[in-house]
T-cell receptor, first 110, second 118 residues
Framework: DAKTTQPNSMESNEEEPVHLPCNHS???????IHWYRQLPSQGPEYVIH???SNVNNRMASLAIAEDRKSSTLILHRATLRDAAVYYC???????????FGAGTRLTVKP | EAQVTQNPRYLITVTGKKLTVTCSQN?????MSWYRQDPGLGLRQIYY???????DKGDVPEGYKVSRKEKRNFPLILESPSPNQTSLYFC?????????????????FGEGSRLTVL
């Protein structure tokens, strides 16, 4: 199964952009890249996903490298409510399976 | 309201006493999965199910059983719980990828079940 590698933790200042990196060098051609986040005392929630092209939605942007071996989740203006653990996951297109790693704990400072 | 419901939310039990954590979803999702979350280890998958009567092991299946007799339910069974199964458990569901392009593959999670085995 394809795996992802993320930094354990990152810090950001409020209202500044945040770039959360993820490496997935063994990604296969049909794996989708998904991002979830987990706020304190809650279950994970979907943030964004993509295959090859960059994606934008109301929560964030996803930048995918041309070789697809890495991606970056971009929060354009971090708020205190964005403090969470962010997970980068590859979805196996053959069986819909998604396996999480340890994620990146984002701290947002006022 | 679309949701994934887990019960119980909190449970303290003793070693060896069989227990079941129920999971039910009302979104007609084919795919369901169980995860456990431990400090510093993130979410680890226990079992998943692609559809009724189809289940597969995840990364940490030892000590657990599951069944998928109905589409909406995916109970997690601990036949003989041990202290190392003390954890926070999450159930999740999503549409199958076979549902088509409109399927984002978004996983919907329950609120979690905190289990303590003494």
């Amino acid at each position: 199964d394809a795996k992802t590698t993320q930094p354990n933790s990152m810090e950001s200042n409020e209202e500044e952009p945040v770039h959360l990196p993820c490496n997935h060098s063994t990604i296969s051609g049909t794996d989708y890249i998904h991002w979830y986040r987990q706020l304190p005392s809650q279950g994970p929630e979907y943030v964004i996903h993509g295959l090859t092209s960059n994606v934008n939605n109301r929560m964030a942007s996803l930048a995918i490298a041309e070789d697809r071996k890495s991606s970056t989740l971009i929060l354009h203006r971090a708020t205190l409510r964005d403090a969470a653990v962010y997970y980068c996951i590859l979805r196996d297109n053959n069986n819909n399976d998604m396996r999480f790693g340890a994620g990146t704990r984002l701290t947002v400072k006022p | 309201e679309a949701q994934v419901t887990q019960n119980p939310r909190y449970l303290i039990t003793v070693t060896g006493k069989k227990l079941t954590v129920t999971c039910s979803q009302n979104m007609n999702h084919e795919y369901m999965s169980w995860y456990r979350q431990d400090p510093g280890l993130g979410l680890r998958q226990i079992y998943y199910s692609m559809n009724v009567e189809v289940t597969d092991k995840g990364d940490v299946p030892e000590g657990y059983k599951v069944s998928r007799k109905e589409k909406r339910n995916f109970p997690l069974i601990l036949e003989s719980p041990s202290p190392n199964q003390t954890s926070l458990y999450f159930c999740a569901s999503s549409l199958s990828i076979l549902a088509g392009d409109y399927n984002t593959g978004e996983l919907f999670f329950g609120e979690g079940s905190r289990l303590t085995v003494l």
